[in-house]
């Protein structure tokens, strides 16, 4: 089985802290997703990437930005965090998105305070 | 974006069946139909997905109408452990777009 692995589970930080959030896949998955979840808006794409050194903004990008320097691994970097901030964080990632969809992470519940 | 309706919320009794509908409209003739589901405090897992037949797994089954629609989620016989949020997605690019899905709540 595809397994999404992210570095942390739960994560408290403080305001203006540059935070990383780390993700692998073991797959040789070309695509990588990061989305947050909040109550009542679902989840929201953050940034995208198709291949290494790729990325692409999603819906949400500001206050974000990403790395993938390794086809494995797709790191979410909050360069001075807020708390608005606050959320579970998501990871996916997919061979061919439309047919084989999306291997997601357990999440990472972001606090700032 | 590609977008689904589905009810907000959904009851079913343990061991009894679970249909959980999706309308997707707007679907194109290559959009796959995926279907997820994320139990509490955890990343949303797949359940099934299909293109235009019927599909079956060991999770669940996809009913999809000849028009394709709208589809079905089959849950043969609910267990508590299938209480989850349920999301109906048209996968079409290179992203899948989630909605709000249906909370589905299963009495002991």
């Known amino acids: 089985d595809v397994k999404v692995t992210q570095s942390s589970r739960y994560l408290v930080k403080r305001t203006g802290e540059k935070v990383f959030l780390e993700c692998v896949q073991d797959m040789d998955h070309e695509n990588m997703f990061w989305y947050r979840q909040d109550p009542g808006l679902g989840l929201r794409l953050i940034y995208f990437s198709y291949d290494v050194k790729m990325k692409e903004k999603g819906d949400i990008p500001e206050g974000y930005s990403v790395s993938r320097e390794k086809k494995e691994r797709f790191s979410l970097i909050l360069e001075s965090a807020s708390t608005n901030q606050t959320s579970m964080y998501l990871c996916?990632?997919?061979?061919?998105?439309?047919?084989?969809?999306?291997?997601f992470g357990s999440g990472t519940r972001l606090t700032v305070v | 974006d590609a977008k689904t309706t589905q009810p907000n919320s959904m009851e079913s009794n343990e061991e009894e069946p679970v249909h959980l509908p999706c309308n997707h409209s707007t679907i194109s003739g290559t959009d796959y139909i995926h279907w997820y589901r994320q139990l509490p405090s955890q990343g949303p897992e797949y359940v099934i997905h299909g293109l235009t037949s019927n599909v079956n797994n060991r999770m669940a089954s996809l009913a999809i109408a000849e028009d394709r629609k709208s589809s079905t989620l089959i849950l043969h016989r609910a267990t508590l452990r299938d209480a989850a949020v349920y999301y109906c997605?048209?996968?079409?690019?290179?992203?899948?777009?989630f909605g709000e899905g249906t909370q589905l709540t299963v009495n002991p």
């Open positions: 997605i048209e996968a079409s690019g290179s992203r899948l777009t």
């Open positions: 996916a990632s997919s061979l061919i998105v439309q047919y084989y969809g999306y291997t």
